[in-house]
Every structure is written in C-alpha cells, then in structure tokens.
C-alpha cells in the first residue's frame, strides 16, 4: 500500500506503455469499498460514504501495464478490487520492488500525491487487475462539505507514513530470515502468487539467498 521513497538517482529507465481501460463505476462496489475505508480507517455517515463512491473511478490493468509511471504525478488512491500490483523503481540498473497490493488494498504513492510532483516510482500489474480510483481532488473538494472525509484522509496518510517507516526498519534491523518471516505475515498473497525475483527484489536478497532463506525455514 504505502512506498518508501529512495532518493538516489535512477540509472535505467525502460519503456512502457500504459494502457489500462476505463469502465462504468459498479455504484454497488463503491459503496462497498468505502465502507470498507470506513471501518478501516475513520467512520464515515452513509451520506459520506455515498459521497465518496460518486467520485471513484474504475479501471483495468491488463498484466505487465502500468498503472503510474515514473516522472508521472500521482493523482489517485488506489483500491484494488481484483489482482495484484507491485510498486517499484530502478536503481544501478536494478529493478527493485517497493510493495505488493492485492484484493481490498489501498494502493498511493504517498510523497507524489501530498506534494503532487513527480514520482519515481512505478505501479505495475503483476496479473490482471481491476481498480478503484479516489481522484486526489475529488476527494479535496469533499473536505468542504464533509469533515469526517477529510480526517478519513488524515488517517489514511498516517497509516501510510507507518507502513514505510516500518519497512524501512525491517531494512535496517531485521536479518534476511526474520524479513522473510515478516513478508509472510504481511504479504500472504503474494508469497503465494508474485513472481520469486519480485519478492527478493523487495526484501534486498538475490533469489538464490531468498532460497535459502526458504529452505531454513522449511526445515524449521
């Protein structure tokens, strides 16, 4: 859900083409989301609720397209209603995987979208993937006639800063095996279903360490 910005200098940069499609707003699975966020994160009235589902956006992500690109701005909360995405970026060449969101995950770039300059961060589909989208000033112009949306924004960046403080610790502190044992408790689905190279990727091991890793545990 939440990504840790590095600030180093990107040295490749791929090309890719975005072509995800827009579709008609299942008024039914909006308002089921943002009961969701409710609960998640701040209690909304109905009336809020119904509010916030009239501005969501809905599209698909075909697999290996891209959701953002880097050096685009983020505009958009994310939620996933189907699939599964991977932020990322490049360094030294490197692909390098920021985060795992699946069903019911709400998915931003935190500093892009706050400050809405570009990012460096990518958001790719890593199967096919159907969105949600709360656009960024949708949800602005609902603070006027809505507090309880504007502290439901609050919280959700809040919850966001947490998450990348906590991976960065687990960077700084936690071996290779105890990262692991944390990816699986917080990214189940993804140690399921996301590509071996990606989930190195993410916990800073080549794939040939992350089997190894595996395989001590197994023998646990």
Known sequence: MMN????DSLF???FFFSLYTFFPVNMKTALAITRTLSRR????????QEALA????????????????E????????YVESGMLRQYYYKNGHDITEHFSCE??????????FRQEPTRLMIEAIEPTVVYDIP????????????SIAQLYKKILEWGLMVSQNKADSWRFETAK?????????????????????????LLMTPETLSRVRAEIFQE
């Open 41 to 48: 994160y701040y209690p909304l009235h109905p009336e809020e």
């Open 178 to 202: 105890e990262r692991y044992k944390r990816f699986l408790k917080d990214f189940p689905e993804a140690a399921k279903r996301a590509p071996i190279s990606h989930i190195a990727s993410y």
């Open 54 to 69: 009239s501005i969501m956006e809905c599209r698909r992500v075909d697999k290996g397209e891209l959701l953002l690109e």
């Open 4 to 7: 840790f910005i590095s600030s």
């Open 71 to 78: 050096g685009r701005i983020a505009r958009h909360f994310h």
């Open 136 to 147: 960024y000033t949708g949800l602005q112009e609902l603070f006027v006639s809505y507090s």
């Open 12 to 14: 490749f940069q791929p």
């Open 104 to 113: 019911d995950d709400l998915v931003f770039c935190i500093i892009s979208l």
